[in-house]
Nanobody, 132 residues
Framework: QVTLVESGGGSVQAGGSLKLSCGASTYGNRINCMAWFRQAPGKGREGVAAIYPRVGTTYYSDSVVGRFTVSLDNAGTPMYLQMNSLKPEDSGMYYC?????????????????????????WGKGTLVNISS
């Protein structure tokens, strides 16, 4: 089994920054990719960012491009999500996720964005609240 634990959430004003972390305990299990998803109250879960550690390729939702950056520590864990220029619509529960063999993205029309279909492991989430 793989255990994912998020941290770094909190409350900030619009325009501010937060940095989330996701610590992964893999116990020797394979991880093909990792990703961040978020869910606002009353809304569905949406992809935010994804990363493929073996090649270092990253992917982002259109709504966060240019503002968020996903990265890995030198040891491969934790995974980070640096969030800048935050907006109220960024508020929600942020979840760390990983896929053992499948994809963390869906590619259509030359664009690739985070997608939860192949996710095998989920963290419990960390809450982010952005005020106006």
């Amino acid at each position: 089994q793989v255990t994912l634990v998020e941290s770094g959430g909190g409350s900030v004003q619009a325009g501010g920054s937060l940095k989330l972390s996701c610590g992964a305990s893999t116990y020797g299990n394979r991880i093909n990719c990792m990703a961040w998803f978020r869910q606002a109250p009353g809304k569905g879960r949406e992809g935010v960012a994804a990363i493929y550690p073996r090649v270092g390729t990253t992917y982002y939702s259109d709504s966060v491009v240019g503002r968020f950056t996903v990265s890995l520590d030198n040891a491969g864990t934790p995974m980070y999500l640096q969030m800048n220029s935050l907006k109220p619509e960024d508020s929600g529960m942020y979840y760390c996720a990983a896929a053992a063999y499948g994809r963390c993205i869906e590619c259509m029309g030359g664009l690739c964005t985070p997608e939860p279909g192949d996710i095998d492991y989920w963290g419990k989430g960390t809450l982010v609240n952005i005020s106006s």
